[in-house]
């Protein structure tokens, strides 16, 4: 074989590789999706979402949020805002809510803000031991 078929068929491989993996990243990416408002309400209304270790919040159906952390019983309150959940918590502020992106990636959630994750967790029916 000469030197040309040889390069032609080097470059051919390194640009099957990197074809490779670009579509492997991007496959990895694509099980992850932003919930829109209604997703957000219909993910999580009536159900809880827990790192099934530190955490869990109850978002009950009327708003009300029924919060385990470290814990600690705490409440607070649930909305949709536009595309964001947004929590009301006592402890922060009583009248100025937090608002997070919703991410969702394969069977669980992720809360974002601006900077990073600040909650990830699976979402289930109500945990019947409290």
Not at 68 to 90: M, T, Y
Not at 105 to 126: F, K, N, T
Request: glycine share 8%; proline share 4%; with cysteine.
């Amino acid at each position: 074989m000469n030197a040309l078929p040889r390069r032609c068929l080097r470059s051919t491989l390194i640009l099957l590789a990197y074809a490779i993996a670009l579509a492997g990243a991007s496959t990895a990416q694509s099980g992850e999706r932003k919930l829109s408002g209604p997703q957000i309400r219909t993910a999580i209304s009536g159900k809880e979402v827990s790192d099934g270790r530190h955490w869990s919040h109850y978002y009950l159906t009327n708003g009300q949020l029924e919060r385990a952390e470290n814990g600690r019983s705490r409440s607070g309150n649930w909305n949709v805002i536009g595309d964001q959940l947004c929590l009301l918590l006592p402890e922060v502020s009583k009248k100025e809510p937090i608002c997070f992106d919703v991410m969702q990636i394969e069977g669980e959630l992720q809360y974002r803000d601006e900077r990073s994750v600040v909650y990830q967790g699976a979402v289930r029916p109500r945990s019947t031991k409290r």
